[in-house]
């Protein structure tokens, strides 16, 4: 009995020793877990410390002075490509702060002065008139970058933080005549052409609706030209101002001049839809005409008559711009970029366009993209009869004439490139300016 009551006894102890090792093991594990799990979640608190100061130190607060609205097509693509860029490089709407209808004089002051006080760190103008107010804000804030599109006095400001930018909108302008050349030939094909539609000397008559005789505009229109004639050689264009960047009424009413005048085709370089939409209405009045547009797709309001819009991704421009900022890095003096970069192109192509301008139009961006295509080949048109050799693009003095930088490089007019706002300012054979008031 003993003996048996000596082996459970024993058992008992071991059990016990057993149960005090076990729960010993346990309360290590759990004090060693326990300690592990602290650790982690303090470095985690740690790199999300880090994480919030880095996101503090790049967090760009950004200014944006429109001349219009985003009911202007021009201020839209402005708008909409900023936005584009702020969300793909994770910058919050609420970080910009954008400014509306802001005219080309001393508002535009105001407006980058007040965006600078805010505390922006890089400010943006959309118009031509805004940069010499927008320059004078930059002599009075060292600190921020204000950029001017299409300013064109960086490069000679002596300021450091100021900044021109634009796009290669020639180009985009050159595809889009190509769409009206195209439906032009198909026009001349099918004998739908009149008497009216000719001039004296049996060119084809196109339109085109500018806002101010710019080299803007210009370059722009000539552009839009030789790619007519790239495809139809015997055109003739008249070129009519509103003097307004936005303006639908005078838009509208310099269309319905062309039209009255046997303009077949019209085009634009102003940001409303009224150039359009009176093509529409002649149109559907019985009239043989059709439209290229700028900035956006015109097919809303001119559904029967659009062939396409001249356009630009303000994007391309918007995200290099704040990415530098974010980096460090300098932003350019001067920026441009075109097809190379998918900075322009053109709008969707309406029912209205001739069969195979699709595939026209991808062999023509392809060799704008690849520079095999250069828009102001100097073989491609004459001025006063003559082919130009020569071109001083810049200007040294202020009195808008060019006195030094040759523009002119192995028989190639290279805009936007000495500086990236337009310089072609020539008026060459087959266009007229009309020019009232």
Same mark, same amino acid.
């Given at each position: 009995?003993?003996?048996?009551?000596?082996?459970?006894?024993?058992?008992?102890?071991?059990?016990?020793?057993?149960?005090?090792?076990? =729960? =010993?093991?346990?309360?290590?594990? #759990?004090?060693?877990?326990?300690?592990?799990?602290?650790?982690?979640?303090?470095?985690?608190?740690?790199?999300?410390?880090?994480?919030?100061?880095?996101?503090?130190?790049?967090?760009?607060? *950004?200014? /944006?002075?429109?001349?219009?609205?985003?009911?202007?097509?021009?201020?839209?693509?402005?708008?909409?490509?900023?936005?584009?860029?702020?969300?793909?490089?994770?910058?919050?709407?609420?970080?910009?702060?954008?400014?509306?209808?802001?005219?080309?004089?001393?508002?535009?002051?105001?407006?980058?002065? $007040?965006?600078?006080?805010?505390?922006?760190?890089?400010?943006?103008? $959309?118009?031509?008139?805004?940069?010499?107010?927008? &320059?004078?804000?930059?002599? +009075?804030?060292?600190?921020?970058?204000? *950029?001017? &599109?299409?300013?064109? &006095?960086?490069?000679?400001?002596?300021?450091?933080?100021?900044?021109?930018?634009?796009?290669?909108?020639?180009?985009?302008?050159?595809?889009?005549?190509?769409?009206?050349? /195209?439906?032009? @030939?198909?026009?001349? +094909?099918?004998?739908?052409?009149? $008497? @009216?539609?000719?001039?004296?000397?049996?060119?084809?008559?196109?339109?085109?609706?500018?806002?101010?005789?710019?080299?803007?505009?210009? =370059?722009?229109? #000539?552009?839009?030209?030789?790619?007519?004639?790239?495809?139809? +050689?015997?055109?003739? &264009?008249?070129?009519?101002?509103?003097?307004?960047?936005?303006?639908?009424?005078?838009?509208?009413?310099?269309?319905?001049? !062309?039209?009255?005048?046997?303009?077949?085709?019209?085009?634009?370089?102003?940001?409303?839809?009224?150039?359009?939409?009176?093509?529409?209405?002649?149109?559907?009045?019985?009239?043989?005409?059709?439209?290229?547009?700028?900035?956006?797709?015109?097919?809303? *309001?001119?559904?029967?008559?659009?062939?396409?819009?001249?356009?630009?991704?303000?994007?391309?421009?918007?995200?290099?711009?704040?990415?530098?900022?974010?980096?460090?890095?300098?932003?350019?003096?001067?920026?441009?970029?075109?097809?190379?970069?998918?900075?322009?192109?053109? #709008?969707?192509?309406?029912?209205?366009?001739?069969?195979?301008?699709?595939?026209?139009?991808?062999?023509?961006?392809?060799?704008?993209?690849?520079?095999?295509?250069?828009?102001?080949?100097?073989?491609?048109? #004459?001025?006063?009869?003559?082919?130009?050799?020569?071109? !001083?693009?810049?200007?040294?003095?202020?009195?808008?004439?060019?006195?030094?930088? +040759?523009?002119?490089?192995?028989?190639?007019?290279?805009?936007?490139?000495?500086?990236?706002?337009?310089?072609?300012?020539?008026?060459?054979?087959?266009?007229?300016?009309?020019?009232?008031?």
């Amino acid at each position: 009995m003993k003996k048996i009551l000596a082996l459970l006894l024993a058992l008992c102890m071991v059990f016990s020793l057993a149960a005090c090792s076990s =729960s =010993s093991d346990s309360t290590d594990e #759990t004090e060693d877990t326990t300690a592990a799990e602290t650790e982690t979640e303090a470095d985690e608190a740690e790199e999300t410390e880090e994480e919030t100061e880095t996101a503090a130190d790049t967090e760009l607060l *950004v200014g /944006m002075v429109c001349v219009e609205d985003e009911n202007s097509g021009y201020d839209y693509a402005h708008i909409s490509g900023l936005l584009e860029a702020a969300e793909s490089l994770g910058i919050s709407e609420d970080n910009i702060i954008f400014k509306y209808n802001i005219p080309e004089d001393e508002q535009c002051y105001d407006a980058c002065a $007040d965006l600078a006080e805010q505390g922006c760190d890089i400010v943006f103008t $959309d118009s031509y008139g805004h940069q010499s107010y927008a &320059m004078q804000a930059a002599e +009075e804030y060292p600190d921020v970058i204000f *950029v001017s &599109m299409t300013g064109d &006095m960086a490069a000679t400001s002596g300021l450091d933080n100021y900044k021109n930018a634009f796009n290669y909108t020639f180009q985009s302008r050159y595809v889009s005549g190509v769409v009206a050349g /195209m439906k032009l @030939a198909e026009l001349i +094909e099918n004998g739908e052409l009149t $008497d @009216a539609n000719y001039d004296e000397d049996g060119n084809v008559k196109i339109g085109y609706v500018g806002a101010y005789p710019y080299a803007e505009v210009v =370059s722009g229109y #000539t552009a839009f030209f030789l790619g007519i004639q790239s495809i139809v +050689e015997d055109v003739a &264009m008249d070129v009519r101002f509103t003097n307004s960047w936005y303006s639908p009424t005078a838009e509208a009413a310099a269309a319905e001049a !062309l039209i009255a005048d046997g303009c077949i085709i019209i085009s634009q370089h102003a940001d409303s839809t009224g150039a359009p939409s009176a093509v529409q209405a002649a149109y559907e009045a019985g009239t043989t005409v059709y439209c290229v547009g700028y900035n956006i797709s015109m097919l809303e *309001v001119a559904p029967d008559v659009a062939l396409t819009s001249a356009a630009n991704d303000w994007s391309v421009y918007y995200t290099y711009a704040l990415d530098c900022m974010l980096n460090g890095e300098e932003v350019a003096t001067d920026w441009a970029q075109g097809y190379n970069e998918g900075a322009v192109h053109i #709008t969707e192509l309406g029912d209205a366009c001739a069969e195979g301008t699709a595939e026209k139009v991808a062999e023509v961006e392809a060799a704008l993209a690849d520079e095999s295509l250069q828009v102001f080949d100097c073989s491609t048109f #004459t001025v006063d009869g003559e082919t130009v050799t020569s071109y !001083l693009a810049l200007d040294s003095d202020g009195d808008f004439v060019g006195d030094y930088g +040759e523009a002119i490089e192995d028989g190639v007019f290279y805009e936007s490139v000495l500086r990236s706002a337009p310089y072609f300012a020539l008026t060459i054979d087959g266009i007229t300016q009309i020019i009232e008031g």
